[in-house]
């Protein structure tokens, strides 16, 4: 019937074709005046007749209607080529027995004109599908810049952004940072998730690809971490409510942008706040480094000494603090431990076993070079 699916199972030829469509999608009035010229077209192409530009245009009309009302694709189809049978039937019933010949020879006919009102109708529906997405993506990406913009702080964007976006605005979030060149990890795990049902965003902020998951159920903070197993990659703490998600995919970004070279896997924010605040010092931490650590770039002390030192002091501030285990991991005696942290203190002016200088030093390491991370 032209691509129209008739509620009451009825053609307008009188032919059965028992497949319905949705009352509330395709108005009755546009039904039937895209179902008449449908037939025209058929019959027109089939007789070799000309064709007036409004009935030509037909099949791209439906396929692109169609797809904006929701009709499905496979049941559109199935309705346009039960044209065939219509056309044929009404055909049957008109022919004198003296043209029953030449009008099975005519079967082709009747079929090919059918399947290619089918194929405009396809194509022009999936060429709008596709178009809607465009737009649903543009509009998708459009607000989750503007939730990023507000910082969360506009209570009427967190709103309208949760529904374009499909987030619950009192929802739990986890948000994932990488570089562009290990975005395509972030997509796949995006990929995923949207198979899952999982509510999802994952586009480009700056220079860094972010993920948005709504966590739940199913969609856990573990799950979201395995399907990003091989990216390298920076997870923020779990963000309380919408509006917390712009800082929770700042602090992601921050993460992802401290990972070593050598990094393959996710790394949680919390394992590596001092390498963070090192990197967003800047300059300051810079400053920082060359005051409290430039005492081993004295003349008298040689460069195998000041990396011995240094050695001693990351070792003991990456461990738990104490004498005997920073020994034992060094393979030397605690006394020399005590002699070299007090050679580091009459350099430096600063003693790594006091807390307030324990935590000077390890931000001027991190900022002069980053330390080892954790696995």
């Known amino acids: 019937m032209g691509g ?3 509620e009451d199972g009825g ?27 449908a037939f025209e077209l058929l019959l027109r192409t089939v007789a070799q007749l000309p064709v007036p530009p409004h009935v030509a245009d037909v099949s791209r009309r439906v396929g692109e209607s169609r797809a904006l ?7 559109l189809l199935e309705a346009a080529r039960l044209d065939f049978r219509v056309v044929w039937a009404a055909l049957v019933r008109r022919a004198e027995p003296a043209d029953m010949t030449e009008l099975v020879g005519s ?61 619950a605005p009192d929802g739990s979030f986890l948000c994932a940072a990488s570089s562009a060149a290990a975005g395509p990890g972030l997509h796949q ?3 995923a998730l949207r198979a899952a049902d999982a509510p999802v965003q994952q586009q480009m902020v700056g220079g860094d690809a972010v993920l948005v998951v709504q966590l739940g159920r199913q969609t856990t903070r573990e799950r979201v971490t395995e399907l990003l197993a091989d990216s390298p990659c920076g997870i923020a703490p779990p963000a309380a409510g919408l509006a917390a998600v712009p800082r929770a995919a700042g602090l992601a970004i921050a993460r992802a942008q ?17 390498d963070v605040l090192a990197h967003r010092a800047g300059d300051f931490a810079r400053d920082l480094a060359d005051d409290v650590l430039g005492g081993l770039d004295a003349p008298a002390v040689s460069r195998s000494e000041a990396a011995r030192l240094l050695e001693t002091v990351r070792t003991h ?18 006394n020399t431990v005590q002699h070299r942290f007090a050679r580091f203190h009459e350099l430096t002016g600063r003693d790594p076993r006091r807390p307030d ?10 900022a002069r070079r980053p330390g080892p991370e954790p696995a």
């Open 258 to 274: 401290v990972l070593p070279p050598e990094a393959h896997s996710p790394r949680l924010l919390e394992d590596c706040w001092l």
């Open 69 to 75: 009302q929701g009709v499905p694709l496979d049941a």
């Open 107 to 167: 079967a082709y006919h009747v079929w090919e004109a059918v399947e290619g009102h089918v194929t405009g109708i396809m194509t022009a529906y999936q060429r709008t599908v596709l178009e809607m997405g465009r737009r649903e993506a543009d509009e998708r990406r459009m607000w989750f810049a503007r939730l990023m913009e507000s910082e969360g702080h506009n209570p009427t964007v967190v709103r309208d952004a949760g529904l374009a976006l499909g987030f």
């Open 357 to 366: 200088d324990a935590a000077l030093v390890a931000v001027a390491l991190r």
């Open 317 to 334: 501030l990456d461990g738990s603090g104490s004498i005997a285990e920073t020994a034992e991991a060094l393979y030397c005696h605690r």
């Open 4 to 6: 129209q699916v008739r």
């Open 189 to 191: 795990a995006a990929t």
């Open 11 to 37: 053609h307008p030829f009188g032919v059965g074709g028992a497949v319905q469509r949705p009352a509330d999608r395709v108005p009755d009035t546009q039904f039937r005046d895209s179902a008449w010229q």
